[in-house]
T-cell receptor
Framework: AQSVTQLDSHVSVSEGTPVLLRCNYS??????LFWYVQHPNKGLQLLLK??????LVKGINGFEAEFKKSETSFHLTKPSAHMSDAAEYFC????????????????FGTGTRLLVSP | ETGVTQSPTHLIKTRGQQVTLRCSSQ?????VSWYQQALGQGPQFIFQ???????GRGNFPPRFSGLQFPNYSSELNVNALELDDSALYLC?????????????FGPGTRLTVT
């Protein structure tokens, strides 16, 4: 079964320093992977997605992630953290619903809370 | 382009009562999925609706039910509310034409059961 594991429940960085949020996946075939961000008391926003095209995926707000099949990883990075990046980040894999590949459900990791200090 | 909207924003119910949550999908999307996010956890898939029928279901009991209407909007109904049903309920819309790989979420409804 496909799943994702987020390796850190909390990550603390200083403003202006790099961000690394780690995610490993488990899949018997090439997965579709996503990173979503959730700011306090807000819904989920899609940061970026990997769907078997380029392995280095660029997203919004300067975030990017690299799909590494050999390491079964999909870590999220950003060169320089901003105070507004403080939020909960979810690594997500999609699974087929029913027999039609056109229908997918999202399976979320447990989340990583990013704290950014001045 | 109108995004996904949900109502109400907050709701307080008593154990044993019934609740209905509403979701309007994003323009051009014909598939709606519902997720439950308990405090401190990631969202869990409840079910998905397409063409007014349930297309798939997660590990939730039958007292969780839903509807989808011809305009693709959707309702989530929960009967016999339990304290553990307290959570943020998220609706996500997508399109079968794009493979539903991108799901766009609404802001959620915060349900508190006392």
């Amino acid at each position: 079964a496909q799943s994702v594991t987020q390796l850190d429940s909390h990550v603390s960085v200083s403003e202006g320093t790099p961000v690394l949020l780690r995610c490993n996946y488990s899949s018997s075939y090439s997965p579709s992977l996503f990173w979503y961000v959730q700011h306090p008391n807000k819904g989920l926003q899609l940061l970026l997605k990997y769907t078997s095209a380029a392995t280095l995926v660029k997203g919004i707000n300067g975030f990017e992630a690299e799909f590494k099949k050999s390491e079964t990883s999909f870590h999220l990075t950003k060169p320089s953290a901003h105070m507004s990046d403080a939020a909960e980040y979810f690594c997500v894999v999609s699974l087929r619903v029913g027999l039609n590949t056109g229908f997918q459900k999202l399976v979320f990791g447990t989340g990583t809370r990013l704290l950014v200090s001045p | 382009e109108t995004g996904v909207t949900q109502s109400p924003t907050h709701l307080i119910k008593t154990r044993g009562q019934q609740v209905t949550l509403r979701c309007s999908s994003q323009s051009g999307h014909n598939t709606v999925s519902w997720y439950q996010q308990a405090l401190g956890q990631g969202p869990q898939f409840i079910f998905q609706y397409y063409r007014e029928e349930e297309n798939g279901r997660g590990n939730f009991p039958p007292r969780f039910s839903g509807l989808q209407f011809p305009n693709y909007s959707s309702e989530l109904n929960v009967n016999a509310l339990e304290l553990d049903d307290s959570a943020l309920y998220l609706c996500a819309s997508s399109s079968d034409r794009t493979g539903a790989y991108e799901q766009y979420f609404g802001p959620g409804t915060r349900l508190t059961v006392t």
